[in-house]
């Protein structure tokens, strides 16, 4: 029912900023949460941010709050996730979430990309 494209990664050094963004389609994509998560090698794969599908709410994980801010396009079928101050701690493939609940958006969403590697140079 929803596609995800990630696009935007690449290298950068510590204390830069790279915006990743994510294409959705499907006649429903609109309605969705949609996020990021993230997964360094050899780690689990962890939330990063969230937001509502009208935009009106946002969740971070703490270890991007104040350095990542997450948005959604006027059409609802792009978000973006614009990373600032970035750390070599946040070099992982990040990859975009979609969801029709909130909750599971957070925690276990049904839809993900393919992924769009960031890497952090010290």
């Known amino acids: 029912q929803v ?3 990630e696009s935007g990664g690449g ?3 510590a204390g ?5 963004s994510c294409a959705a389609s499907g006649r429903t994509f609109s309605s969705y949460c ?3 998560f993230r997964q360094a090698p050899g780690k689990e794969r962890e939330f990063v941010a ?3 599908w009208s935009g009106g709410r946002t969740y971070y994980a703490d270890s991007v709050k104040g350095r990542f801010t997450i948005s ?10 614009q990373m600032n101050s970035l750390k070599p701690e946040d070099t992982a493939v990040y990859y975009c979430v979609a969801d029709t609940n909130w909750g599971t958006t957070l925690s276990g969403p049904d839809y ?3 992924g769009t ?3 952090v140079s010290s």
Not at 16 to 20: D, K, N, P, V, Y
């Open 117 to 119: 590697q960031v890497t």
């Open 72 to 81: 959604r396009g006027n059409a609802r079928n792009t978000v973006y996730l």
């Open 11 to 13: 290298l950068v050094q």
């Open 112 to 114: 993900w990309g393919q």
């Open 16 to 20: 830069g900023s790279l915006r990743l």
């Open 50 to 52: 969230a937001i509502s």
């Open 34 to 36: 949609m996020g990021w």
């Open 3 to 5: 596609q995800l494209v």
